[in-house]
């Protein structure tokens, strides 16, 4: 049972224009949402996180937005860059928890 | 100093080989984890470690070995491995700890293991 769903594989998107990249949660225990980005042959990076008493956050191009009574998140990146380009994982967890449950990634392709 | 370190790169081992996975990290953490990972599909947690106790073992098959020396190590020890164990091998440390602290975690770049 996917807890944490990506539901795209893949997104393609000029430079220069906005990404949005969707994921979805299904344990109404999640309280701490986070976005990692990944590159081929390197380990997941932070990029941005949003507690569930909020609804948006933002930092620089990124912007992540909660809603919590669909139980979805989004990741909106303006504007998008070629070095965008990478394995987008959501993840959640839950206050005091020490597990964090990944969704299965979308690949971001940013044109030039 | 951000980063968490991971030996070897890479690692080919048979299924009756004895090896050893590392991770370093020197930024306080008291929190450390072991992910495997295949390809296209999201990290997996195996392993939790919390001021160097194990507070967390995802049923992971006893030939997965963790152990935790100090606050900035990590190692899992691998003893008669399968194919189906081939893969990445992420470590990660955060500021976590039983009772709050920040859940942003820093990975390493990950042991790419192949068993034959």
């Known amino acids: 049972d996917q807890q944490v769903k990506q539901n795209s594989p893949s997104l393609s998107v000029q430079e220069g224009r906005i990404s949005i990249l969707n994921c979805d949660y299904t344990?109404?225990?999640?309280?701490?949402f986070l976005w990692y980005k990944k590159y081929p042959a390197e380990g997941p990076t932070f990029l941005i996180s949003?507690?569930?008493?909020?609804d948006k956050n933002e930092d620089g191009r990124f912007t992540v937005f909660l809603n919590k009574s669909a139980k979805h998140l989004s990741l909106h990146i303006v504007p998008s860059q070629p070095g965008d380009s990478a394995v987008y994982f959501c993840a959640a967890s839950a206050t005091g928890g020490f597990k964090t449950i990944f969704g299965a990634g979308t690949r971001l392709f940013v044109k030039a | 100093d951000t980063e968490v370190t991971q030996t070897p790169k890479h690692l080919v081992m048979g299924m009756t080989n004895k090896k050893s996975l590392k991770c370093e990290q020197h930024m306080g953490h008291r929190a450390m984890y072991w992910y495997k990972q295949k390809a296209k599909k999201p990290p997996e947690l195996m392993f939790v470690y919390s001021y160097e106790k194990l507070s967390i073992n995802e049923s992971v098959p006893s030939r997965f070995s963790p152990e935790c020396p100090n606050s900035s190590l990590l190692n899992l020890h691998l003893h008669a491995l399968q194919p189906e164990d081939s893969a990445l091998y992420l470590c990660a440390s955060s500021q976590r700890t039983g009772t709050g602290g920040s859940n942003e975690q820093f990975f390493g770049p990950g042991t790419r293991l192949t068993v034959l």
């Open positions: 949003i507690s569930s008493i909020k």
């Open positions: 344990n109404s225990m999640f309280d701490y």
